[in-house]
């Protein structure tokens, strides 16, 4: 008996070969949303799994627009926007526009002013104390709303009145009263009762801007549904807004924005193509490809140790040269400057 024992056992101690760990549908959402960082990417092309890419970009790297069609032996990539979110790169086929500063999206999605003061992640009116100014937030869907909230970050208390718009267009008085100032350590989070439920998509918040002297600046309107739950606005218009002041020079001494948009445009669509060229002379040398990458540049200083490509917004676009896993790509000797103070 014990010789029909012994083979079994030694089966039984034979190593098993490891096998691999596969991601977990968590991690998977995870990194994915990781990916779209913020909402900022959209339209998923293709999805590429390199894990040896860790080492050289880091667990998060946005490369920018490339049009390789070739990348660690996978093939007919498509262009798009290359974003590493270990271990796998995302090419996306749109890019949202940068948040201006100040300017009504930044009143768009959830609440991201977690502290009082002048913030550019709020929204601004053009001027302060001037005039009575209004926002206009939409949202995805129609929510059969029974309250609504706006988070005011800045010089709160301007608010003056609160309306909603029927699904037949017709506008509806939520709240009116007068504006006061209201002290504030934290941020105030104005809550104001349907008087009855209405289904609406679009909630209107008028302030009464001279009565609160300073900017009354606002980050978020949201509105709360028969469950509580708070539906967060996905697009926002406004009376006037700060981002449309262009030409002063910024505290610290940067170049002032340009506000010619169509010429922009064109410089944007040279800049693509001038990409695209020189990243595939570099595919043909078997070199990784260089991204664009933006940064404020200090008047005094345009030694930026990269190939400078054009301007805008008060910055200079340039190819920036590698760098260190981890981190973003920046010119040698290069500090970028701390986000500089309201242009006023």
Request: hydrophobic share 40%.
């Amino acid at each position: 008996m014990k010789s029909y024992l012994l083979p079994v056992l030694l089966l039984c101690t034979v190593p098993l070969r490891a096998q691999p760990v596969l991601p977990k549908a968590a991690n998977l959402e995870e990194t994915l949303k990781k990916a779209r960082a913020g909402g900022k990417y959209a339209m998923l092309l293709a999805q590429i799994e390199v894990p040896g890419d860790q080492v050289k970009y880091g667990d998060f790297n946005e490369l920018g627009f490339a049009s390789m069609t070739e990348w660690a032996g996978f093939k007919d990539l498509p262009a798009g926007y290359w974003v590493y979110a270990s271990p796998y790169w995302y090419i996306w086929r749109d890019m949202a526009p940068a948040r201006r500063a100040w300017g009504p999206e930044q009143a768009e999605g959830e609440p991201n002013t977690t502290e009082v003061g002048d913030m550019q992640t709020a929204w601004a009116s053009r001027s302060q104390d001037d005039r009575e100014e209004w926002l206009l937030a939409e949202f995805a869907a129609p929510i059969n709303a029974t309250a609504v909230k706006v988070h005011e970050t800045y010089n709160p208390g301007a608010i003056s009145r609160i309306t909603a718009f029927g699904l037949d267009g017709k506008e509806t008085e939520i709240w009116a009263g007068q504006a006061a100032p209201i002290p504030a350590a934290a941020v105030v989070v104005n809550q104001k009762e349907f008087p009855r439920p209405l289904k609406t998509n679009r909630v209107k918040v008028y302030l009464d801007s001279p009565r609160v002297a300073g900017w009354n600046e606002i980050d978020a309107i949201g509105l709360l549904d028969k469950d509580g739950k708070t539906h967060w606005a996905s697009t926002v218009a406004c009376s006037s807004t700060f981002a449309e002041r262009n030409g002063a020079v910024q505290p610290g001494g940067f170049i002032p924005a340009v506000p010619d948009a169509g010429r922009v445009q064109q410089l944007e669509q040279q800049l693509r193509r001038m990409q695209n060229d020189i990243n595939e002379l570099r595919q043909r040398a078997g070199l990784p490809p260089r991204p664009i990458t933006i940064a404020p540049v200090p008047q005094n200083n345009l030694d930026l140790g990269g190939d400078i490509l054009g301007a805008r917004d008060g910055v200079v676009i340039f190819n920036a040269p590698a760098v260190a896993p981890g981190f973003a790509p920046a010119p040698p000797g290069f500090a970028p400057a701390p986000v500089p103070a309201k242009r006023r």
